[in-house]
């Protein structure tokens, strides 16, 4: 029951890919799909979907990214949805971020909205509408008061309460 005789062989560990480069001087026209982990340190125009996504500080990504973990030093412009943003000081990102974890460095640049969403990764359909919902409370909020055509400057009767004070 005790004895030595029998050993068994510890279970074995998934080996982690190493991570797909795109060096700088590449672009790249077109999405791009990986079940693994990206750097990015070129030119990309297309949405690009990872799991691990790194987007160098001379990088930019034009289209929407969505990874697990996003870690942003260079450009995006487009919606990143992950489960983790972290944002570097040289980061810049002209886009909505839908997220459960947000980590944003002193010098980071953000143009747009930053949600906390469960499953961001999983829910774009659901994100779309809440940001379309959003974008129309906004507008509706920001619509100027009604014109309201001033008395002339002669005849303060029309304003109320003041032709009765100076009678």
């Known amino acids: 029951m005790f004895s030595n005789s029998k050993k068994t062989n510890p279970p074995a560990v998934a080996k982690l890919a190493p991570p797909s480069i795109l060096s700088a001087g590449l672009?790249?026209?077109?999405?791009?799909?990986?079940d693994g982990e990206v750097q990015i340190d070129c030119l990309v125009n297309g949405d690009v979907t990872a799991v691990r996504l790194a987007v160098g500080e001379n990088a930019k990504v034009v289209g929407e990214?969505?990874?697990?973990?996003?870690?942003?030093?260079?450009?995006?412009?487009?919606?990143?949805?992950?489960k983790s943003?972290?944002?570097?000081?040289?980061?810049?990102?002209?886009?909505?971020?839908?997220?459960?974890?947000?980590?944003?460095?002193?010098?980071?640049?953000?143009e747009g909205l930053c949600k906390f969403a469960e499953n961001p990764r999983d829910n774009a359909a659901k994100?779309?509408?809440?940001?379309?919902?959003?974008?129309?409370?906004?507008?509706a909020a920001e619509k100027p008061a009604k014109a309201v055509k001033p008395a002339s400057s002669g005849d303060i009767s029309a304003l109320p309460g003041l032709a009765r004070a100076t009678s």
């Open 27 to 34: 672009t790249v026209n077109g999405d791009l799909h990986s």
């Open 65 to 82: 990214v969505v990874a697990e973990h996003v870690l942003i030093r260079g450009e995006v412009v487009g919606r990143i949805r992950a």
């Open 127 to 139: 994100l779309s509408v809440v940001a379309n919902s959003d974008a129309a409370e906004a507008a």
């Open 85 to 110: 943003v972290e944002l570097d000081k040289t980061a810049k990102v002209r886009g909505d971020i839908w997220h459960e974890l947000l980590s944003i460095a002193a010098g980071a640049k953000i």
